[in-house]
């Protein structure tokens, strides 16, 4: 009696029968509903804390212009700087405003910021007492000094300075009273041969209310936490 054939059609029906049932289960487990959170309105990824040196992890984020006054031509005149970037990464603001040949950009750390802020209320208190003196502005009678990252071309910001000069002056011009942001010509970092342009820039008591608004830590951390929200939203 010959059986050979019977016993490997036995054994691939039961194969058979195994593969389908693990398909069965297999099918019946996809079908299971999974598990999540639908209801949250958060991502649940843990944010970054804020430092000194870092907002958010944001790109660099415009904001409202700010106002000041230039000399040009020995006349004063008001000027609007409208390129006005928060980095939040390192929570810095770039200036960017064309000064007679050049395009400048004035890079202003946390550090920077508040040396402005303080020599604001300390110049409106001595200019509403009559304590202002009409002097030469110098490093000497600044009521801070420091060191900046300034840039400048003359189409694009490609030649830089480092470690640029600047000093805080009050200063007297037509009889008004201002507040006067001032680098010296500094040589070049990038560029040992180039020297950075001397700018001035002259702030108003209303011009300094109105950078406090735009420029003060939380202002800048204000407009990154409302990023930050619709950053994170789920």
Known sequence: ???TGIIPFALGIAICASMCACASNSKKASQEAAEYDYESTSLGI????????????????????IYVTVKSFGAMKPKEITKVHLVPRKNTVELRWRSGINTVCLILTKQHRDAIFAAAERFEKEAESGMLKNETPSSKNAYWTGKCSFWWGAVNETIGCENCDITLNPVIENRKAYLLLRI?????TSDPSEFSPKTYVYF???QLEHLQRILSQSALESVVAERLENLYVY
Request: negative net charge; without cysteine.
């Open 1 to 3: 009696m010959k059986t």
């Open 46 to 65: 843990q944010r970054p804390e804020p430092t000194e040196d870092y907002l958010g992890d944001l790109e660099p984020v415009m904001l409202d212009p």
């Open 184 to 188: 010296p010509s500094t040589r070049a």
């Open 204 to 206: 108003s008591p209303a």
